[in-house]
């Protein structure tokens, strides 16, 4: 008797560059390495790369896989217009997605008095709302239109803890335009961003 292994899910993608769900991931066709060989990525939910297959083959012989907690992508066939994958998923060991660190940002301007070509002062205030201690985040700034940061954009944090707060000033913020002004954005790559105030200030 023979017993044969049936995947879980089995994937076309086309052209490189598209991408699909697997698991609480996304699987990435980033682009054929000619042959029968494919170059692929694991991503999160936000983008960022947890893992590549640097060469997935497909075909008689050795065959390399993409492996990563729980996710096994293998290269099923290959043809000029598209790639397909089979995929293998294990549960068990899917990251636990109640353990996050969950970032509440705001920025504030502390001194109202802010006038058009004199920097002025930022202040951001986090917070960890996740059940897990957040670490080595960097945060940047993105100033609106009218608005120029002189100095550093961006800022790091080393950790914090569950429920702990953290406080930020963030000087010369060169305002070039007058009238109403938004001070823009902040990222953090993969942080579900509760919540964040932006101000507004008129000069």
């Known amino acids: 008797m023979e017993v ?3 995947p879980d899910a089995q994937i076309k993608l086309s052209p490189p560059g598209q991408t699909a769900s697997v698991g609480p991931y996304i699987l990435r066709y980033d682009y054929p390495l000619g042959g029968d060989a494919v170059k692929v990525s694991l991503l999160n939910s936000c983008g960022q790369k947890l893992a590549e297959g640097g060469r997935l083959t497909s075909g008689g012989g050795v065959s390399y896989v993409l492996t990563y907690h729980g996710v096994i992508v293998g290269l099923d066939n290959i043809s000029s217009e598209s790639a397909e994958f089979v995929v293998f998923l294990d549960p068990s060991e899917f990251p636990d997605v109640t353990k996050t660190a969950n970032l509440l940002m705001s920025l504030e301007v502390e001194n109202r008095s802010v006038k058009q070509y004199v920097p002025f002062d930022v202040v951001l205030r986090v917070k960890n709302t996740g059940s897990v201690p957040l670490k080595n985040a960097v945060i940047t700034f993105e100033p609106s239109k009218g608005l ?5 954009g961006t800022v790091s ?3 914090i803890a569950p429920g702990g707060r953290r406080r930020f000033s ?8 007058a009238g109403p002004l938004s001070l823009g954005g902040l990222t953090q790559p993969c942080l579900r961003l509760l ?3 932006v101000a507004t200030v008129r000069f």
């Not at 120029?148 to 550093?152: D, F, G, M, V, Y």
């Not at 963030?170 to 335009?177: A, I």
């Open 4 to 6: 044969k292994t049936v």
């Open 148 to 152: 120029k940061l002189l100095s550093k």
């Open 157 to 159: 944090i080393n950790s």
């Open 170 to 177: 963030s000087s010369e913020w060169f305002p070039f335009k």
């Open 195 to 197: 919540n964040w105030r």
